[in-house]
T-cell receptor
Framework: GAGVSQSPSNKVTEKGKDVELRCDPI?????LYWYRQSLGQGLEFLIY????????KSGLPSDRFSAERTGGSVSTLTIQRTQQEDSAVYLC?????????????FGSGTRLTVV | AQSVTQLGSHVSVSEGALVLLRCNYS??????LFWYVQYPNQGLQLLLK??????LVKGINGFEAEFKKSETSFHLTKPSAHMSDAAEYFC???????????????FGAGTRLAVHP
């Protein structure tokens, strides 16, 4: 597609439920990233994919968080047993490659609210 | 390890005044530097980037930034603010490929720019 697409744009869930957040990167972008933006905070790195592999998942805050990418394209971030502190905007980005010369293209994010 | 410090979480300027958003970085290897802008309820949009070459880089919407290695700074400026510039601005650093790093961006905490008439 023309840009990075994220769905849903908003998600309200009850504490303890599982949620799945989806990211469709730009076609041909091999690198994909997930970030979390909490209220009044900067962007916190979660995980990086190159193709379907995740060479860097050092930012995942706990084992309740997992992510996968299939076909070198769509990625899903799953949060199990959600907690109120998981409330944030989850941003996905993709880039043409892993070279630092490439900038990221960001999606509009999924705003997650845990009640 | 890389890090980014943005001085001032909030900056307020008058329309037509100079915009100066400060960014200092820490990196043990030559960095790539970026500025992104985020409008309300939107994702981040790349304003400009420095990789190699000329240290003064120009971006979209009249913004520019200068890489000063001796000061480890990459401040963002615009000569004359417009109301439409009101947004949040993020400075970011990534490793250059010389070090073998991949394109992982480390972001600063952001600076919210307000422009008043």
């Amino acid at each position: 597609g023309a840009g990075v697409s994220q769905s849903p744009s908003n998600k309200v869930t009850e504490k303890g439920k599982d949620v799945e957040l989806r990211c469709d990167p730009i076609s041909g972008h091999t690198a994909l990233y997930w970030y979390r933006q909490s209220l009044g905070q900067g962007l916190e790195f979660l995980i990086y994919f190159q193709g379907n592999s995740a060479p860097d998942k050092s930012g995942l805050p706990s084992d309740r968080f997992s992510a996968e990418r299939t076909g070198g394209s769509v990625s899903t971030l799953t949060i199990q047993r959600t907690q109120q502190e998981d409330s944030a905007v989850y941003l996905c980005a993709s880039s043409l490659g892993a070279n630092g010369n490439y900038g990221y293209t960001f999606g509009s994010g999924t705003r997650l609210t845990v009640v | 390890a890389q890090s980014v410090t943005q001085l001032g979480s909030h900056v307020s300027v008058s329309e037509g005044a100079l915009v100066l958003l400060r960014c200092n970085y820490s990196s043990s290897v030559p960095p790539y530097l970026f500025w992104y802008v985020q409008y309300p309820n939107q994702g981040l949009q790349l304003l400009l980037k420095y990789t190699t070459g000329a240290t003064l880089v120009k971006g979209i919407n009249g913004f520019e930034a200068e890489f000063k290695k001796s000061e480890t700074s990459f401040h963002l400026t615009k000569p004359s603010a417009h109301m439409s510039d009101a947004a949040e601005y993020f400075c970011a650093v990534s490793l250059s490929p010389i070090s073998g790093g991949y394109n992982k961006l480390i972001f600063g905490a952001g600076t919210r720019l307000a422009v008043h008439p």
